[in-house]
């Protein structure tokens, strides 16, 4: 019983400390996360494939470092598959900004920051979702991230978009 009640309680903890680093990253970074948001507005597919082959590249090294005898390839294979995760986050932080956007167009002036945090719950809840949530959201929200990380972190203009991103906080 105490073990349903630990993991239980780090599933909680979890779901609570997802939105707030989403919105630390949407914080800390705000150009590079707007850059990610935009993207995934103007083309989401192409931040899917580059994803893809994001992952692909780095899916090559992690397997060989932690299938590696030693603790240290495993430590660094490890490493690279957190340090993947994190950066990813800005994307994510992209997606749950995009979601406010178009939480905050359906209610009744909300602030961004408001609208933001309500974006990331909802990513958060839809990937939470029994076996849909589990199996097509967390896959595939995890790879259109990395890749509008990707052209983020590549690309220091800003494209077009086609919703509008949080610029004023009236």
Same mark, same amino acid.
Not at 111 to 125: D, M, N, Q, T
């Given at each position: 019983?105490?073990?349903?009640?630990?993991?239980?309680?780090?599933?909680?903890?979890?779901?609570?400390?997802?939105?707030?680093?989403?919105?630390?990253? !949407?914080?800390?970074?705000?150009?590079?996360?707007?850059?990610?948001?935009?993207?995934?507005?103007?083309?989401?597919?192409?931040?899917? !494939?580059?994803?893809?082959?994001?992952?692909?590249?780095?899916?090559?090294?992690?397997?060989?470092?932690?299938?590696?005898?030693?603790?240290?390839?495993?430590?660094?294979?490890?490493?690279?598959?957190?340090?993947?995760?994190?950066?990813?986050?800005?994307?994510?932080?992209?997606?749950?900004?995009?979601?406010?956007?178009?939480?905050?167009?359906?209610?009744?002036?909300?602030?961004?920051?408001?609208?933001?945090?309500?974006?990331?719950?909802?990513?958060?809840?839809?990937?939470?979702?029994?076996?849909?949530?589990?199996?097509?959201?967390?896959?595939?929200?995890?790879?259109?991230?990395?890749?509008?990380?990707?052209?983020?972190?590549?690309?220091?203009?800003?494209?077009?978009?086609?919703?509008?991103?949080?610029?004023?906080?009236?």
């Amino acid at each position: 019983m105490a073990d349903v009640q630990m993991i239980f309680g780090i599933l909680l903890l979890l779901g609570i400390a997802f939105p707030g680093m989403l919105t630390a990253y !949407w914080l800390l970074f705000p150009a590079t996360v707007e850059r990610a948001q935009a993207r995934l507005d103007a083309s989401p597919w192409k931040s899917f !494939w580059l994803g893809v082959l994001v992952l692909f590249i780095i899916t090559i090294p992690a397997g060989i470092l932690l299938s590696a005898g030693g603790g240290v390839g495993q430590f660094l294979g490890w490493l690279l598959v957190a340090a993947t995760l994190t950066v990813s986050g800005i994307g994510a932080a992209g997606i749950a900004a995009k979601m406010g956007v178009l939480l905050a167009k359906r209610s009744d002036e909300i602030s961004p920051a408001s609208a933001f945090v309500r974006g990331a719950i909802a990513l958060e809840l839809a990937a939470v979702f029994p076996l849909v949530g589990w199996f097509i959201v967390i896959p595939l929200a995890i790879v259109a991230s990395l890749g509008a990380t990707a052209f983020a972190l590549l690309s220091k203009k800003t494209i077009e978009a086609k919703a509008p991103v949080f610029k004023k906080c009236n």
